[in-house]
């Protein structure tokens, strides 16, 4: 079993998810989102899916893109 990194889980059906040279192991994709996904630059939500990145900030929609900067 493993033990996910967010919340501390034993699970055996844990997985892993590689990012750069980093190993990160968690119990389900939601620990795994709360942990690694980016944050709206105008709303602060966790960005589930693609998003989009402006001036080098990244938002969860285009509506706050437009209001973010």
């Not at 998810?17 to 190993?23: L, R």
């Given at each position: 079993?493993?033990?996910?990194?967010?919340?501390?889980?034993?699970?055996?059906?844990a997985f892993q998810?590689?990012?750069?040279?980093?190993?990160h192991t968690y119990d389900s994709f939601e620990c795994?989102?709360?942990?690694?996904?980016?944050?709206?630059?105008h709303c602060g939500i966790r960005i589930v899916g693609h998003g989009l990145e402006s001036a080098g900030k990244?938002?969860?929609c285009e509506h706050c893109a437009e209001n973010g900067h």
């Open positions: 079993m493993a033990q996910c990194k967010t919340c501390g889980n034993n699970y055996d059906k998810v590689i990012m750069g040279s980093k190993t795994a989102i709360h942990a690694l996904g980016p944050v709206c630059g990244f938002y969860c």
